[in-house]
């Protein structure tokens, strides 16, 4: 029996999701004996022409050229997986949606933007339909073992949607808030085991937002520690602008 066929590619991002996976370690090894890769530019150079089983998109649409790209690669895929926050919920290059394409395109390019043709930020679910999601930025990488293994056995992996917060309490940290931090644990989607406040970070809100956030208890705790809730929506769209599509 052959191996599933599994492929990674890159849109508008920093690779950094796929850099996470190929620094897995041992674990790899033994992903490695159960799937054939078979195009993964961050660590091969061969390409396939035929169809995947798997394929791991990372990063955000930005243009034409990548909507017919995606496109394409969803063809050829019997199931596609959307890698890390700007494939996820379009990550940090959804702040762009924040401006006038213009604006941005002679920010970035100068009097030379109109050879550089760019479209508003999108996830890639807001393009081709997604399979299965893992989230983070980067990505968590007991995650991703944990969804191929779902992939693999035909069943679906349900991203949890109560706030990291959960996962905070149980890992006993002292919360961002007492150490006058503020955090969007209260409103992020869990599944990274709050692996940013375990090692001394906050909460950017990288995993996207739960469907049904807390929003009146997150406003008493803004209240609490007097801070703005102006402050908070603008680093809540550091990773989540991207959202508002969705809704369109």
């Known amino acids: 029996m052959s191996k599933p066929k599994v492929a990674f590619f890159d849109f ?11 620094n897995i370690g041992e674990p790899l090894l033994d992903v490695l004996d159960i799937v054939q890769v078979v195009e993964f530019r961050e660590v091969m150079s061969e390409k396939w022409d035929g169809e995947f089983d798997v394929a791991f998109i990372e990063g955000s649409i930005t243009d034409e050229h990548a909507v017919e790209r995606v496109k394409k690669i969803r063809e050829r895929s019997k199931i ?10 379009g990550g940090v290059n959804g702040m762009k ?30 393009v081709v339909p997604v399979d299965y999601f893992i989230n983070g930025c980067p ?19 349900y991203v949890p949607e109560y706030p990291v917060c959960v996962e905070c309490k ?10 006058g931090l503020t955090c969007m644990g209260p409103v992020t989607k869990a599944g990274c085991n709050s692996w940013c406040i375990n090692n001394g970070n906050i909460c950017y809100g990288c995993r996207g937002l739960t469907i049904n956030p807390n929003t ?10 007097n801070i703005p809730e102006d ?10 602008k991207c959202k508002e599509l969705d809704k369109q």
């Open 12 to 22: 508008a991002c920093c690779e950094g999701c796929q850099l996470q996976v190929a």
């Open 80 to 89: 596609l997986v959307a890698l890390g926050s700007c494939a996820t919920i």
């Open 97 to 126: 949606n924040s401006f006038p394409l213009e604006e941005v395109g002679k920010y970035v390019y100068g009097e030379s933007y109109k050879f550089f043709p760019t479209l508003q930020t999108k996830a890639v679910h807001q």
């Open 139 to 157: 990505i968590y990488q007991p995650e991703f073992i944990s969804v191929l293994k779902c992939i693999l056995q035909g069943i679906p992996y």
């Open 170 to 179: 149980l890992n006993e940290n002292v919360c961002m808030y007492d150490r």
């Open 216 to 225: 009146e208890g997150f406003k008493e705790v803004l209240k609490k520690y």
């Open 231 to 240: 402050f908070l929506m603008k680093k809540i769209e550091m990773y989540n």
